[in-house]
């Protein structure tokens, strides 16, 4: 599979034409990390959002104990580092590779550069990171509304 | 140099010019690959062979002074050897005379022994006879004492005897121990000796090897200059300004913004992964550090045919039933 067929099947480019996606594809920039390295870390600034294409990662984050806790596992063609690309924060968790992985990344100028040619695509880019989001949301919800 | 719309310069790499131009440059990228592989090999090589044959040189010294070493515990030990050797010939000559004054203790002995059978007789003959009883006592006090002598003596004559095996004994020992040491001394020689042929060898090889890499230097800076040649050209040929990976075309309707061509690949030092010819956008302030892919379509307009959100927006919405409280 090319770049533009592993971009289609991710939910972060859900309904973006081929021209979008062959756009997009241009924009990101492949990545390799081996099992057991550190993608980012807690607390560290970034502007780019990774979207796996093969492999696993974990999501961990400090207790107040300063103890990592696992809280989820992602696999490709899932996508992570959307929340400080949209809230300009430091990242909320650390992501560590499980097994060899590849990465497209997408910095939040390749993504201004996509807006310029394709702003009706971009669009859909934010509404598929808010739908996530909103997904994520429902499950936290719940989980709340189940330890009530 | 004349700016440039998009088309002009696509027109530009597919002219048969560029791509002659081009398949010149990638020829000449790969012979300077190769040679810059060749050097590097070869300084690498250099590097080792200077280094063995240094080492090999170290060790060779240190093996020479090691057998100096070994010879001087062979002439110490064959000293040693010859000095228990006369050692052992002067207890040799100890244990002689030990050994005569055995013998006399013996015959002192064998006499009182008969002197006092005789007075023994004596008294038997005459019994009651006091000078004979009294000789006898004589006698055999006598005989006890030549008897404590003998005793005496052949210990001393054993003793004598030890002294003179043990000497034997470390005497041949060390005199065996001569031999392995020279032996040894020898061996150690020979393995300098060799080391000292083969760090010769290696700095011979790295004569050579060091004129090797020199013409591997001289054929890559060639290479070198042929591509810096070829990259020059492109300059004048196409009418474009040229860094070593790029070339930069200014564009026509953007007078801030340029075109830029590159001519590696390269997918971690940019913000995008760089393919060769393929073509990317630079403002004129931040050139290659921020590369926007030049893309040759765009979005189509609703009035087009892109009815996206009102799929996404207003679609099933309608349908669904209401959620059960």
Redesign the interface.
């Known amino acids: 599979m090319n770049k533009v067929d592993h971009l289609a099947q991710s939910p972060l480019f859900e309904?973006l034409?081929t021209?979008?996606l062959?756009?997009i594809s241009?924009?990101?920039?492949?990545t390799h990390v081996r099992a057991g390295e550190r993608i980012f870390e807690e607390g560290s600034i970034g502007d780019s959002v990774y979207i796996i294409i093969k492999g696993q990662v974990e999501v961990s984050r400090r207790d107040i104990t300063g103890e990592s806790k696992r809280l989820a596992t992602i696999s490709a063609p899932d996508f992570f580092g959307e929340m400080s690309l949209i809230q300009k924060e430091f990242r909320s968790a650390s992501i560590t590779a499980l097994t060899d992985v590849e990465l497209l990344q997408m910095?939040a100028?390749?993504l201004v550069?996509f807006r310029?040619?394709?702003?009706?695509?971009f669009?859909?880019i934010v509404?598929n990171i808010a739908r996530v989001l909103a997904a994520r949301l429902r499950e936290s919800s719940a989980r709340l509304a189940a330890r009530l | 140099m004349k700016p440039r719309r998009l088309e002009e310069l696509c027109d530009l790499i597919q002219s048969h010019e560029f791509q002659s131009w081009w398949t010149e440059l990638q020829r000449a990228r790969a012979e300077e690959d190769t040679a810059q592989e060749r050097e590097d090999e070869l300084r690498s090589q250099l590097a080792l062979v200077e280094f063995r044959a240094e080492h090999t040189q170290r060790e060779a010294i240190d093996a020479l002074s090691l057998a100096g070493s070994a010879d001087d515990d062979a002439a110490r030990t064959a000293a040693e050897s010859n000095t228990l050797e006369n050692q052992a010939y002067v207890a040799v000559g100890e244990f002689e005379e030990q050994r005569y004054r055995a013998s006399d203790a013996y015959y002192h002995q064998g006499a009182a022994e008969r002197l006092v059978e005789q007075c023994n007789e004596a008294l038997r003959k005459h019994p009651g006879d006091a000078r004979a009883a009294d000789a006898l006592a004589q006698a055999r006090e006598a005989l006890t004492r030549s008897s404590a002598t003998l005793d005496h003596e052949e210990r001393r004559k054993a003793v004598a005897w030890a002294r003179v095996e043990a000497l034997w004994e470390r005497s041949t020992a060390a005199g065996l121990l001569v031999a392995e040491q020279k032996v040894r001394a020898g061996r150690i020689r020979k393995r300098a000796e060799r080391m000292f042929a083969e760090a010769e060898e290696r700095k011979l090889r790295a004569v050579e090897l060091r004129s090797q890499a020199t013409a591997a230097t001289a054929a890559r800076r060639n290479a070198e200059r042929r591509v810096n040649g070829l990259v020059d050209q492109a300059r004048v040929r196409f009418d474009c300004s040229a860094g070593s990976d790029f070339l930069y075309f200014p564009q026509k309707d953007h007078p801030r913004h340029a075109f830029c061509l590159p001519l590696v690949e390269d997918?971690?030092s940019?913000?995008?992964?760089v393919?060769a010819l393929?073509l990317y956008t630079v403002d004129h302030q931040r050139g290659i550090s921020?590369l926007?892919?030049v893309?040759t379509?765009?979005?189509p307009s609703i009035s087009e045919g892109?009815s996206?959100?009102e799929e996404?927006l207003l679609k099933d919405r309608g349908d669904k039933a209401p959620r059960p409280s």
């Open positions: 309904r034409s021209e979008e062959s756009y241009s924009l990101s920039r492949p910095s100028e390749n550069a310029r040619r394709y702003r009706d695509g669009t859909f509404i | 997918r971690e940019y913000n995008v992964e393919v393929a921020f926007e892919p893309g379509g765009s979005a892109d996206r959100f996404f």
